[in-house]
């Protein structure tokens, strides 16, 4: 399994990171690929380019702001593989947000 | 290499362990005035209306007791972390359930020239997910010590 994220926050100082951390770490617990890219206060950092998009089983877009980038994801959009939530949802049920994604 | 980033972020006196306070506007008014005190910020109303818009928007509760308000306005003269933990913990909204005993406020300036301290910053944030990491941070009695946790993050 294949996931890639993009996380922003309105601030872009905490909860963009620590929704990055969560879907990492719930990630690697289970074994599979992930790449996050930030969106934050640091600029973007670990952009995900579009193949990377296009290799992926899921998108999650833990993002509660406009992001840079979105018709990257627009494909995978039709798919029906793409998943928002809030960034605080991400860091607080990592799991249950994982889950969800696994079984778009 | 000579350069620390978390240089002045955090600070002793910005540490405050077995607090009375039991609501979510008197912790956040408590810690912008010890802010102001301690020459963080320029104007604390201007600061506390940000940080206080911030959590009307999405409450920063983030679930094991912790809370992360956070403001970025230019009356921030430095970049800073704030730790306040309460004695008991208490509701942080009146709304939701989520209960809160530790507060991280941290406040940074609208245009930040440092990269670092908002490094530091972010790297800070994501430990508070780990939680041998917490759980000292819940349990230490040691105001020194708690700073020393928290200073040793490596970026």
């Known amino acids: 399994m ?41 600029g973007v950092e670990g952009e995900l380019e579009q193949f990377e998009v296009d290799e992926a089983d899921a998108v999650i877009l833990a993002v509660a702001i406009g992001i840079d980038g979105e018709e990257r994801f627009e494909a995978k959009e039709a798919e029906g593989k793409v998943i928002s939530v809030d960034p605080g949802e991400a860091i607080k049920h990592p799991a249950e947000v994982i889950d969800k994604a696994v079984n778009l | 290499m000579g350069e620390k980033s978390n240089q002045n972020v955090i600070s002793p006196e910005m540490i405050l362990l077995d607090s009375e306070l039991s609501n979510q506007d008197d912790v956040i008014h408590y810690i912008v005035d010890n802010a102001k005190a301690n020459h963080y910020l320029a104007d604390e109303d201007d600061f506390y209306q940000a940080v206080k818009k911030r959590e009307q928007e999405i409450p920063t509760a983030i679930g094991d007791l912790i809370a992360i308000p956070h403001g970025k306005t230019d009356t921030v003269q430095n970049p800073f972390i704030a730790y306040l933990r309460t004695n008991k913990a208490f509701r942080w909204t009146e709304e939701k359930e989520e209960m809160v005993q530790m507060v991280f406020l941290i406040g940074v300036p609208k245009e930040s020239e440092s ?41």
């Open chain 1, 2 to 42: 294949k996931i890639v994220a993009v996380t922003a926050c309105p601030t872009g100082v905490a909860h963009t990171y620590m929704a990055q951390e969560a879907i990492e770490k719930e990630c690697r617990k289970r074994g599979f690929e992930v790449k996050v890219e930030t969106q934050g206060s640091m």
């Open chain 2, 115 to 155: 990269q670092l301290h908002l490094k530091f910053i972010s790297q800070l944030s994501k430990k508070l997910l780990d939680e041998e990491f917490r759980e000292k941070l819940l349990t230490q009695t040691d105001p020194d010590k708690i700073y020393q946790q928290l200073n040793s993050i490596e970026i």
